[in-house]
Every structure is written in C-alpha cells, then in structure tokens.
C-alpha cells in the first residue's frame, strides 16, 4: 500500500506553505513575512515563504549570519559543546545557540543559519518547553534557517557515499521530526572541507537540496572562475543518472566562509565596530559601499557575504548590533543615490533570487580536487593522514550495516534480549561524527582523534550486545559469542587456546544482498585442524607459521604460533556456521627460511621544507622518492591448496604479504609499515607503487566516495589550464575504495581498504600512499605535527590491503565493483566455545540463515536496511553499475520488493528521496536552464538509489 498524502506544498502559494508550517500562523501572520516586492515577486514552487525583500534595480548583498561549528578538530565535540578547555581555543557551542537565540528575538529582520545537527540535537534536548516553543516559532519563520542539517558537515575526500548517506539521514531525521517541514534544509554548505567530490554534489541533488555552497576551490581555479563570473555553476554530478537528477547548483562563495576584511564583529574579532556618531557618513560608509561594488565577480546584482566564522556569536549582540547598523547606514545612502541595498538573508533566499533572475549557467562535469590554496600547498596529504583511524571508520561502517541488519531481522529481541540491552543508535551517532571534515580526514589534534576512536568503539559495544541478542534469536543458542576485534594482528584468545578447548564454532554474517566466498585467518597454536560446514562437510583448511612481521606487530598481545587459513561462504544477508576442532595439537613448523632475494622495490618521499608535509598538505623534498632498500628479503611461506603467500621485507618497519587465495582471482597484497623511523630528522611518506607495462599514457582513474569513476590526467585539470607547481602532491587524489590504469588489452584495479592517497607518475605505474609521518605542523591550524605514537608510543605501525586484480579493461567492472563491495562491507565473524550445535537440541539450532528470499542480481546492492521506528523499515536499494561500464549489468534491472524477504513479510511500501526526511512525491526542486507496472517492482537504472519506508511484519 502505497501511503497517501495530503496534496499541498507542491504548487501552494507562499501563505499556505506558512500555514503548513507553524500550528498558529493565520494568513495576516503570515502576509508580514512575505515581503518580496515588484514583478520579482516570488510564487509558484520556488517561493520560499519568508525570504526578505531585495531591490531589483540595485546590487543586494545578502548577508548571511553564521557560525562555523567542526564536530571535533583542536577539541573534542563535547568539548567544543560545553566550551570545555578554552585554553585550545575558545569555542562553546552551547552559548553560541542561547546567544543567537536571545538576539534573534530582538528583532524581526534578523536572521541565522545554523549547520552541524549533532551540536544542534544535544542542545535542543536541554531547553525548556518554553525555548523549544520560540525556536519552533524562529524556525516557522525562517529567522531560523537549518542549512545541510546533516550530522556534521562531512569530509569529502575520504568518507565513503555509504556513512555520508547515513550521517545525512541521521541530522535530517531529527529536523524533520522535530520541526517538520520548515526545518528542512534546502541547501547544502560545505564551506569548510578541502576539496569537493562529485559524488557529494550527486547525494545533495538526489536528497532534494535546491543548491550548494563551498569556500574552497583551487587557488588558480577560483581566479579564473572570478574573472569569467563562473563562480556560480550547475554542477552535473553523474555519467549516468538521467539530468536533472544529479544537477546541483553550485556556487563558490566570495570570501571562503569569513567575513569581508575590516567586517569581523565577534568577541574573537579585532576589526573596528560601526562607529555611530553624527560624522559617520565620513567615517566609512561610502568605503564600505564601495567595497560591495567591487565584488562584481557575479552574474547576477545578488552577492552573498558570510559573516561569521569558526564558533563565532559566542556574544551574538557584538555582531548583531553592528549589522543592524552596517545595514542602516549603508541603506541610508540609496536616498543620496546609492545603488547598494544591504539585508539580513540566507543561502536559500539568496539562491531563490538567483533562480528568478532565470540565467543560463555554465555546467560543471568533473570534481574540486585537489585543492591547493598556494603553488606549493596541495592538501592532498590528508587523503592518507591516519590510516588506522581511516581503516577503523571504513570498518566500523561494515559493523553498523550489520547491526542495524540484525535488529530487523532478529526483531524487537535484539534490542532487548537474553544478552542485555543493545542498540544501533549509538553507533550511528558516533559514525556520523567520524564523518567530520576534521574526523576520518585525520586532520585533528591527537587527543581528539582517539575521542573519534572511542566513541566508535562505544557504539560496537552496543551493537555487540545487539548482534549476540539478534544471533541468539536468527540461531536459538544463547550461548556466549565472542568477537575477535585484533584478527588483523593475529590475537584472538578464544582460538589461541585451542589446546585447552576441543571444538569452537564460528559464526560468519554476510551484510551482502549476494553469497560471499572470504579467506579467513584464525590465530591458533595447533598445527591440524579439522573445519566442518554446517552439513558437516570438511571445508579445506592448512595451518601457516605465523609470519615475523605480524610478530612483531602483535608484539605481547597474543602468543598464537600459527594461522589457521581457510575459506568460508557465507549467504546473502545471513549467516554460517563452522565448526573448528583440534587433531593435533603440536606448534606448527616454523618459517622457512629465507630463500632468495631479489629485486622488488618499496619507495619513500622524504618531506622537509619551507611549506612542510603536514596533515593536509603533502610536500616532498624530491620528485624522485627514496627507494627503501633495492633488495628486498623473500620468504616463500606456503603453497597449498587453500593459499600461496610470498612475504617480502624491505627493511625492519617496510614488509608486504602477496597472496593468491585458491578460486579467487584477485592478488592480496598485504602491507605492514612502521613504526616509521625518524631519527635521521626526515618526515616520511610510504607509498607502494606498481609498475606495469599498461600504456596508460597520463591517465589514471579514481573514484569518487567510492561511488562513480573520474578520469584523471596527469598535469592536467579538465576546467582549466593548469600551471602545475608540484609534480607530484599536484598529481595526488583521493580514492576511497579502488584507482586503475589501463589501456587497449589490460586493466590493473586497485580495490583497497580505506581511504588513500594516489596518482600515476609514470606511464604504465600506479602509485598509493599508505602511511605518514612527520615532524612539523603545515600551519593550517592544527598546530601538532602528524606523528601518530601508536599503541606502545614508538610510532604506529598500519597495516592493510590492497587487492589487484588485472582484466581486459571491458570486463574490469565485473570484477572490481563486486570485489570493493565486499571490500567495504565484510563479514562479522564471532566465535562459541565448544559446538552450541551438539550442546542444545539440534532442531532448534540453526547453523546457517538468509534474510532473503534469493540473492540479490549482481547489480543490485542492498545498501540500507535499519529499523526506522517500531512499525516500519528503512532500506536502500542501489545499481551499483555505472551506465556503459559493464556489458551485462549496466542495463536497468527490476526488483520485487515483496519478495526480497524470506523472513519478513512487506505489508506497504513508501518511497522517499535520498535523505529519507521527504516522500518521493513532495520532493519539488528549483528547476535551472540547461521523466511501474506494478507497485512492488522497483526498477534501478545505472548508479540510482532508491529509498523506501516498508511497514514489515515478521513471519
Ligand atoms: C527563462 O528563460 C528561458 C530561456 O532561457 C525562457 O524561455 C523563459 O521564458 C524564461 N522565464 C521567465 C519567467 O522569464
Ligand atoms: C586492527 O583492527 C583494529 C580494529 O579492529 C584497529 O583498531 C587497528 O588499528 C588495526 N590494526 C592495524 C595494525 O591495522
Ligand atoms: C635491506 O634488506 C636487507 C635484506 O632484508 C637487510 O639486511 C637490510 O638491512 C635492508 N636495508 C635497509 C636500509 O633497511
Ligand atoms: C516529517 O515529520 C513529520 C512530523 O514532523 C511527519 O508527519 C512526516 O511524515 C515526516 N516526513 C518524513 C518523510 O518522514
Ligand atoms: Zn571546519
């Protein structure tokens, strides 16, 4: 049942979307706030209810008041809440709201935009009745205006389309809920992160933003941008998905997101205030008019003037006060013939003006990166700035997918269940943090990121509660279940004991729509084991010294000699059961010994200089990077039926893993660096380059939040001539889950881990930095050099994988698309002591289990499904194709919603944007100059998402 909705809002005049919005607005009410003058008169769909009146003859500078609030950067986000050690710097984001809220009443005319719902939340929940009541009414009016509403404003180089989606949906949610439609933002403001991604601008369009606005765009870009006027754009977002869809306007604002020099009236501020005394009209009024004059670097007679800045309106009346007056004055002078109109705005009221002056605007295809703010100064090393904190976001996603998986498919017992109670929530929320731009980027002080950490550790320690109850029901053993957090450096106590214990089990859940075949390696100290499915067969498993290098990672956290290796399938959207035991219980044979050595190169960029290497800027001393050691040691571990593996040491801290697991096609590299020396005085860069005889000329391909697929050319930008300053920190961009080179006949495609650093230097080479350390700050604020201590404090040693794969370039998306999903979400594994199998009645076991009816087609990806409330379901089906890529699943395919489940049964079905805070049917954008048979068939074209609200029953 399709749910029916009330028909306003579409085409209704500006009163009635009023009415719509605040319980108490009568139409009088409502004609006070409507004050647009002349023939520009707003109506129609476009017309935003409360926008403030411009002067269709004069330049209108809208200003637009604002705080810049980042969810953590020098402070944690409960710091920077409270105001908590203000000795780093001053910033209390709850005074900032009581402040604005106090000036706000003062006067009709003023306004304020505010940005970071996961501040916005925590304050709300302290106000009285009574505050909460005058916010709604600030809200209703639009004096009030929420702008992005997402849960921070996330990084956008090295976050993943599926926790930004899931950060958005959460801020949205709480507005929605909390003020309806009025609280809905209409416009996305990324005025801080460093560099802009296509896929952001497609997410923003597809959740139904009207417009979007940023203040950092490449320092040659920007000046030719000026010079043409194209500072304002409809950026086309997608290859594939059908104009307008993916259509953002986009615009560049003027001053980054500070206000005009001398204009700055925070408490943080030393620029004079609007002296009011009779002589003012000397002082410097006429000055200030003719500054505005001078911003003529736009289209249209609109300009748009942030006034605000980091944590700013602490004391909201300094800035206020000297508005009101800066608009009095400036205003005043139109009765001596001025032709500058000054007035409190917003971005969306500014936007609306913009599209009524009905131009045509130049189209954006490609991306902002990398963004350089100086010839020498390219932020693309942040792209790579804490790898360990980027791989733990990239798997804390995978963990939250499962999560909110397994509360709807265990039921309302997984919430509250034989284990405790657990939930999904505080997960979310703490995913939706490590998605600032000062977050997984990795740009943060040292003590803040481990705050990030922390807060993702609490929330799997919710859900762990939640996946034990959920299992326990799916399975009916309520025996205890243990995760193995540190498999990555081989510890795992329950499977290390293996000598005491007879038998384990080990559960594997699939987040995946589609069966997933996965090499596991298990810690034990026996050298034979036998490892049985769930139909009792014996699965082929081989024992493997343990190898040095994870040794001496693990260092006195595990004693396992050995790795048991095998290969589990796990099916779609559920999970498997293996039963592990013992035959024999002697260590495994130690390492062969080394037996060649031959020439495999690893490679270094030393960084030192004026402008140094730092969090965000990569810079190094040399285009040519230092060869770690030219002969690297090789020890030729095993070669079995399960795997071969080939262990590579360049040098103590440098090693690498290369691995082929049997019937898989893709080669695993695995790399281990650290801790980085520094003793010698040299910061150091590690990349890992691959050459290949690929006649790749320039090009090289990246993708965008792990999403579509941008061409890169080395020295070459696609919307400008670039003066290229840096050969090789020019030549970087971010990749989030795969880069390829290729040419007629090969592909080589990289699938990795987290998020990285990449660029193709060389023909036929692919080059990707994997871990940084360095020994100044790059002063762009952070104020601490990036020298992660790790966990014994003598330098972090990262460790991850990349997985090759080389195919005839027509075929290379077949592979790599199914190869980065299974990347992104992996299986849970958890572990039983002894076999709940033979412990508990067998008929109420149940070893394996799929919450599908049947696989999902290749191309469909189920990239949400979360309990929404207690009645109804959020899920996200995806085409993770892009149109053209694939000869067999780039067409558009066809799914039955009703017969996605096996164990739920799909009573109605809504469908909603992107963002899940609108119903598809309502959704009505601002249209810019430049289209089922059944209602349970949902069809997917290339690269589309669709978001449906289910009300499910379980069977
Ligand atoms: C807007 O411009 C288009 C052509 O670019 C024109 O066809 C249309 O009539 C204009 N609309 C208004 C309301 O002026
Ligand atoms: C291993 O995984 C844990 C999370 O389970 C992560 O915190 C840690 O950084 C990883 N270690 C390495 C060396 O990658
Ligand atoms: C280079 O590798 C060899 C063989 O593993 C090793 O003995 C040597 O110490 C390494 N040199 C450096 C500089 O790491
Ligand atoms: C938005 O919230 C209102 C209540 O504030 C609710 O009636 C409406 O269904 C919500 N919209 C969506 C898309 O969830
Ligand atoms: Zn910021």
Redesign the pocket.
């Known amino acids: 049942k399709h749910r029916s909705r009330n028909a306003v809002g579409a085409s209704s005049l500006a009163c009635v979307d009023l009415a719509q919005c605040g319980v108490d607005m009568t139409p009088a009410s409502c004609s006070a706030h409507v004050l647009s003058t002349g023939p520009g008169m707003p109506s129609g769909p476009a017309a935003l209810h409360s926008c403030p009146a411009t002067k269709p003859s004069m330049l209108n500078v809208h200003l637009v008041p604002h705080t810049h609030d980042d969810v953590g950067w020098l402070k944690t986000v409960d710091q920077y809440y409270h105001g908590d050690r203000n000795n780093i710097q001053h910033a209390g984001v709850q005074y900032i709201l009581d402040s604005v809220i106090d000036q706000l009443q003062k006067d009709p005319a003023r306004r304020f935009i505010y940005v970071e719902t996961a501040f916005f939340y925590r304050w709300w929940r302290q106000q009285s009745q009574n505050t909460r009541r005058i916010v709604t009414q600030l809200v209703n009016e639009g004096r009030l205006e929420f702008i992005n509403g997402g849960w921070c404003m996330s990084d956008e180089a090295t976050t993943h389309y599926s926790a930004v989606i899931d950060q958005m949906t959460l801020g949205l949610r709480f507005l929605?809920?909390t003020f309806?439609e009025c609280g809905r933002p209409r416009v996305a403001w990324h005025i801080d992160p460093f560099g802009h991604a296509r896929e952001h601008a497609s997410i923003f369009a597809q959740m139904g933003y009207d417009g979007f606005f940023f203040g950092r765009l490449d320092y040659q870009d920007k000046a030719r941008r000026m010079k043409t006027k194209e500072m304002e754009m409809l950026w086309r977002a997608s290859e594939s998905l059908t104009p307008p869809l993916a259509d953002l306007f986009t615009g560049v604002l003027p001053n980054g997101y500070n206000p005009p020099e001398g204009f700055c009236w925070d408490q943080s501020c030393n620029d004079a205030p609007i002296r009011d005394d009779p002589d003012l009209e000397d002082y410097n009024v006429d000055e200030i008019v003719q500054r505005f004059l001078n911003a003529a670097f736009y289209k249209t007679n609109h300009i748009i003037m942030t006034m605000g800045s980091d944590f700013q309106y602490e004391n909201a009346n300094l800035w206020y006060k000297n508005m009101d007056k800066l608009i009095k004055y400036v205003n005043a002078l139109q009765a001596k013939g001025s032709k500058v109109n000054v007035l409190y705005s917003t971005p969306s009221c500014y936007l609306q003006e913009l599209n009524l002056a009905n131009l045509t605007w130049p189209l954006k295809t490609d991306d902002f990166f990398p963004y350089a703010d100086d010839a020498h100064d390219f932020w693309t090393g942040y792209f790579t700035s804490r790898p360990a904190l980027k791989l733990y976001e990239r798997l804390s996603n995978s963990r939250l997918q499962t999560c909110n998986q397994l509360e709807v498919l265990g039921g309302p017992k997984s919430t509250s269940g034989p284990f405790g109670e657990g939930d999904s929530d505080t997960m979310s929320k703490a995913m939706g943090v490590a998605q600032h731009h000062d977050a997984v980027s990795g740009t943060e002080k040292q003590h803040v990121a481990y705050d990030y950490a922390r807060r993702l550790a609490t929330g799997w320690a919710h859900c762990e509660v939640l996946v034990r109850n959920s299992l326990a029901v799916l399975s009916g053993s309520e025996s205890p279940r243990v995760f193995c957090e540190n498999l990555n450096i081989s510890v795992c106590p329950l499977t290390e004991s293996s000598q005491k214990v007879l038998y384990f089990s080990m559960n594997v859940y699939n987040p995946l729509g589609r069966t997933v075949s996965w090499p596991v390696r298990l810690p034990v100290n026996g050298s034979l084991y036998s490892v049985t499915d769930t139909k009792g067969k014996t699965v082929d498993s081989q024992v493997v010294p343990l190898s040095k290098s994870t040794q001496q990672m693990r260092r006195n956290r595990g004693y396992a000699k050995g790795e048991l290796v095998f290969q589990v399938e796990a099916p779609p959207l559920g999970y498997t059961t293996y039963i592990i035991s013992i035959l024999k219980d002697e260590p495994p044979a130690s390492s062969p010994k080394p037996t060649a050595t031959r020439s495999i190169q690893n490679k270094v960029h030393a960084a030192e200089s004026r402008q140094p290497s730092g969090a965000y800027i990569f810079r190094p001393n040399s285009s040519d990077p230092f060869v770690i050691n030219k002969t690297a040691e090789i020890q030729i571990v095993t070669v079995s039926s399960t795997v071969q593996e080939v262990t590579q040491w360049f040098s103590p801290w440098v090693s690498q893993v290369v691995r082929l697991y049997e019937g898989h096609r893709e080669l695993e590299l695995e790399w281990t660096v650290g801790p980085v020396p520094i003793a010698d005085g040299l910061g150091k860069e590690v990349i890992t380059r691959l050459d290949t005889d690929i006649e790749s000329s320039d090009y090289f391909y990246t993708d965008s939040n792990g999403r579509e697929v941008l061409e890169r050319r080395k020295d070459y930008r696609p919307t400008w001539d670039l003066k290229q300053t840096e050969p090789i920190a020019g030549n970087y961009y971010p990749i989030n889950s795969r880069a390829y080179i290729k040419d007629d006949k090969h592909q080589l495609t990289v699938v990795t881990d987290r998020s990285q650093g990449v660029s193709s230097i060389y023909n036929g080479s692919l080059e990707i930095m994997l871990h940084r350390r360095l020994l100044y700050d790059d002063f762009r604020g952070v104020g601490e050099p990036l020298s992660e201590p790790g966990e014994f404090f003598d330098g972090l040693v990262a460790r991850g994988r990349l997985l090759l794969t080389l195919t005839p370039p027509n075929m290379a998306a077949d592979v790599h698309r199914p190869l980065a999903q299974g990347m992104v979400l992996q299986p849970l594994l958890s572990f039983q002591d002894g076999t709940p199998l033979a412990n508990t009645k067998l008929e109420v076991c149940r070893g394996s289990f799929s919450g599908l009816q049947d696989a999902l087609p290749p191309a469909v990806h189920l990239l949400t499904l979360s309990q929404w409330d207690k009645d109804s379901v959020l899920i996200r089906l995806e085409h993770q194709y892009q149109a053209k890529e694939s000869k067999t699943h780039s067409q558009p395919i066809t799914v039955n919603l009703q017969k996605l489940f096996s164990t739920l049964e799909v009573l109605g079905a809504s469908e909603?944007s992107l963002g899940?805070?609108?119903?598809k049917e309502d959704m009505n954008r601002l249209q810019w100059n430049t289209g089922n048979p059944s209602p349970w068939e949902v069809t997917l074209n290339p690269m589309e998402i669709r978001t449906f609200l289910l009300q499910l029953r379980q069977l």
């Open positions: 929605n809920d309806g909603m899940a805070n609108q119903w």
